[in-house]
């Protein structure tokens, strides 16, 4: 029975949508509001079925197993979070290391002569310098240690070649030297030589009283 009921609606729904086209060509032009209102309504009805189309079309676009933008840069954050929580983690290992290793040094060692001690503390020095580029993962730090390592090994050099010329005392003097940012390294050589040959004689004239006493 229902659908008895309905089916002459949709009928006269449907002659309704035909009527503009059912009158002759010149009744259509005495008349044209009625067949522009009938177009623009059937236009008007059309576009609701071309949106969807768009939309499926973006859809289709973005792959559904694809995150968004924010997504991506959250998570390239959490990985450069992780790797620096990862390398100053192994610093702070390799520091706790290095320190446990120097405190057994130096409750392990002792030295009857100073250079001796010196030379032993250098190496150290060095030692860790080399440990440090080895285990860690900061490029910069890396550079940084082999640079600082090298300085040692040059300035030791050095010291040794002034100690054959000029002797040890010397070279305490040297290194005792305050060093200014515009400092002649000549300069300094020199007053080195002057302040160690100072204490020579203060020496020699302190076992020339003893030998009169």
């Given at each position: 029975?229902?659908k008895e009921?309905?089916?002459?609606?949709?009928?006269?729904?449907?002659?309704?949508?035909?009527?503009?086209?059912?009158g002759?060509?010149?009744?259509?032009?005495e008349?044209?509001?009625?067949?522009?209102r009938?177009?623009?309504g059937e236009?008007a009805?059309?576009?609701?079925?071309q949106?969807?189309?768009?939309?499926?079309?973006?859809?289709?676009?973005?792959?559904?197993?694809?995150?968004p933008?924010?997504?991506?840069?959250l998570?390239k954050?959490?990985?450069?979070?992780?790797?620096?929580?990862k390398?100053?983690?192994s610093?702070?290992?390799?520091?706790r290391?290095?320190?446990?290793?120097?405190?057994?040094?130096v409750s392990?060692?002792?030295?009857?002569?100073?250079g001796?001690?010196?030379q032993y503390?250098?190496n150290?020095?060095?030692?860790?310098?080399?440990?440090?580029a080895?285990?860690?993962?900061d490029?910069q730090?890396?550079t940084a240690?082999?640079?600082?390592?090298?300085?040692?090994?040059?300035e030791r050099n050095?010291?040794?070649?002034l100690?054959e010329?000029f002797?040890?005392?010397t070279?305490?003097?040297?290194?005792a030297?305050?060093?200014?940012?515009d400092?002649?390294?000549?300069?300094?050589?020199?007053k080195?030589?002057k302040?160690?040959k100072r204490i020579?004689?203060e020496?020699k004239?302190?076992?020339?009283?003893?030998?009169?006493?």
């Open positions: 029975m229902p009921s309905n089916q002459p609606k949709s009928d006269s729904r449907a002659l309704r949508r035909l009527d503009p086209y059912n002759s060509p010149r009744e259509r032009e008349n044209p509001e009625r067949s522009s009938h177009s623009s236009k009805r059309s576009r609701p079925s949106s969807p189309s768009r939309s499926e079309t973006r859809s289709r676009s973005r792959s559904p197993s694809e995150p933008q924010w997504a991506r840069e998570l954050n959490q990985e450069e979070y992780r790797k620096e929580l390398r100053l983690q610093e702070i290992e390799r520091d290391a290095s320190m446990s290793t120097r405190d057994w040094r392990q060692h002792v030295f009857k002569y100073v001796n001690k010196k503390e250098l150290n020095s060095i030692a860790d310098k080399i440990q440090v080895l285990t860690t993962t490029e730090q890396r240690a082999l640079n600082e390592g090298k300085r040692l090994l040059n050095k010291h040794i070649l100690a010329k002797g040890w005392d070279v305490e003097c040297y290194a030297e305050p060093l200014a940012a400092a002649d390294d000549a300069e300094r050589i020199r080195a030589v302040e160690s020579r004689d020496k004239k302190g076992i020339r009283t003893l030998h009169y006493i």
